[in-house]
């Protein structure tokens, strides 16, 4: 795809100011770094507040006479169950129970549920949601709204003065408030295992508000690449690297967003796959990797048995900025996955030690209780 | 000092040439974390790959520019790989080559060419 056929997001030009470098991702030009580098951005937010452009992402109002009820059939999720102001963390499955995209689904108000999906998958997930739920939904996409994600542990004091309803917000809370002076829809969440924010708002005032967030010295801008690191580090599957189309939430350690109701009644996308691997274990589990020497293990390397023999493969990995040292994620049988299990990965051909560690890395720090 | 239109440059003393990479290539490559330096005793021919640097987001090649056998690597940078960032034209060096044809190494560009080049990027 040429650097003219990709889409813009409404903060293109605020990138192009900064300084950013600019990649092609998810058919947008987007930041993969400010004039910081991804080490100094990275470690900012752990510090302080990170501020990012996820306006590439898909958002919509599910809409109907009873949307909630109509997403438990394309979801393994409690959607009857979700209380107004709250969010949910879910998986679009598909017949063969595998994963078609993580999203987010919330009720931040009465209109119907509002979802955030990946960028790259957004065009599909919308068209599947709208084939698979036809005449219960209409998906009515959000394309005039941004994504703003504020992350660190000084996102709520620097998100205060311009939304004071957001700071009564716990982890997961979901809201319609104002928020610098307009609606925004905001929830306490984030893909960086930090407390902070997601903040929709209409597209016209997004460059104010990056703007005006920034004006505060504890607010950075963050590339994709510190994204990247971050979530990594904070044990975040990544949908098209760490699960797909062909891995099922069992094999993905995402059974959590099965929930108990669901799972009693086997009632969603793939049942029949997953609930065979949730009585007997799946053939493969998605673990945590401590890369102990050498060269960080990256997506593809393979990871062997202490005897060499290849067992699995990664599936993310890199340089964790806040342990200085190469983790990754990856696949191996259930019999290799548990924490403290001496694996190699192998890195241009050299085998390089290894060990099974619990995610997340680093820990997590929502902030649950307010 | 010569230079290579990948970013790497060549300092000749006799028959053996240090390289390393450009401080336009550190800067290009961000933060490095990793660095794999090549055996001492290893051949090499122009082209071929004689280190690999890594940032936090990917790992590059580094690109010999001339044939010849390692003779000494740089231990010091995989305790210290962030020296590449900071004198990436001196401390930041990867290897030191005995190299055959002191030619190879006229044939890079000089100072003022790569400075040149720099600018059409």
Not at chain 2, 15 to 41: C, H, K, N, R, S
Request: charged share 25%.
């Amino acid at each position: 795809m040429s650097e003219t056929d990709l889409k813009r997001t409404p903060l293109y030009d605020a990138h192009v100011a900064a300084g950013a470098r600019m990649v092609p991702f998810a058919g947008y030009s987007m930041p993969v770094q400010y004039k910081d580098g991804v080490l100094k951005e990275h470690l900012w937010t752990r510090e302080h507040a990170g501020l990012f452009d996820v306006s590439h992402m898909g958002q919509a109002r599910l809409r109907g006479v009873s949307p909630l009820l109509a997403f438990e059939e394309v979801t393994p999720g409690d959607f009857i169950g979700l209380k107004p102001g709250r969010q949910r963390y879910s998986l679009l499955l598909n017949k063969k129970g595998g994963v078609i995209d993580d999203l987010m689904a919330a009720r931040p108000d009465d209109d119907g549920l509002f979802v955030v999906v990946n960028g790259a998958c957004k065009d599909n997930d919308f068209k599947v949601i709208e084939n698979e739920l036809a005449g219960q939904v209409s998906v009515d996409r959000l394309e005039d709204r941004a994504l703003l994600a504020l992350q660190g542990p000084e996102a709520a004091a620097v998100l205060e003065a311009h939304a004071p309803d957001a700071v009564k917000m716990a982890f997961m809370d979901s809201a319609a408030i104002t928020a610098f002076g307009v609606d925004a829809l905001v929830s306490r969440s984030g893909y960086t295992g930090e407390d902070g924010y997601e903040i929709s708002v209409p597209a016209a005032d997004a460059e104010r508000v990056w703007n005006t967030l920034l004006a505060d010295e504890r607010v950075r801008a963050m590339g994709l690449g510190a994204r990247d690191s971050l979530r990594l580090e904070a044990g975040l599957p990544l949908y098209g690297h760490d699960v797909d189309d062909i891995t099922s939430p069992v094999e993905a350690a995402l059974t959590f967003a099965i929930s108990k109701k669901r799972r009693d009644a086997g009632d969603f996308p793939g049942a029949a796959r997953i609930m065979k691997e949730l009585a007997e274990g799946p053939t493969r589990v998605r673990i945590g990797l401590r890369v102990l020497v050498g060269a960080p293990a990256r997506e593809g390397a393979e990871i062997a048995d202490e005897n060499g023999a290849v067992v699995g493969k990664v599936t993310s990995g890199g340089f964790a900025p806040s342990l200085g040292a190469p983790i990754a994620m990856g696949y191996v049988p259930p019999a290799m996955a548990a924490p403290g299990a001496k694996l190699n990965v192998i890195v241009r051909g050299k085998q390089q030690a290894a060990e099974v560690v619990a995610m997340p890395f680093v820990p997590h720090r929502y902030v649950r209780k307010v | 000092m010569r230079f290579t239109k990948d970013h790497e440059w060549v300092a000749l003393e006799g028959d053996i040439a240090t390289i390393g990479i450009t401080a336009y290539a550190a800067e290009q490559l961000g933060d490095v974390v990793f660095v794999e330096v090549p055996e001492v005793g290893k051949v090499v021919a122009a082209g071929d790959s004689l280190a690999v640097v890594e940032s936090v987001k990917a790992a590059s090649d580094v690109y010999a520019p001339i044939a010849g056998e390692v003779v000494e690597a740089n231990a010091a940078l995989s305790d210290e790989p962030e020296t590449v960032n900071a004198v990436p034209e001196q401390g930041g060096w990867f290897a030191r080559l005995k190299i055959a044809d002191p030619a190879q190494v006229e044939a890079l560009m000089d100072r003022h060419a790569y400075e040149q080049y720099l600018s059409t990027l």
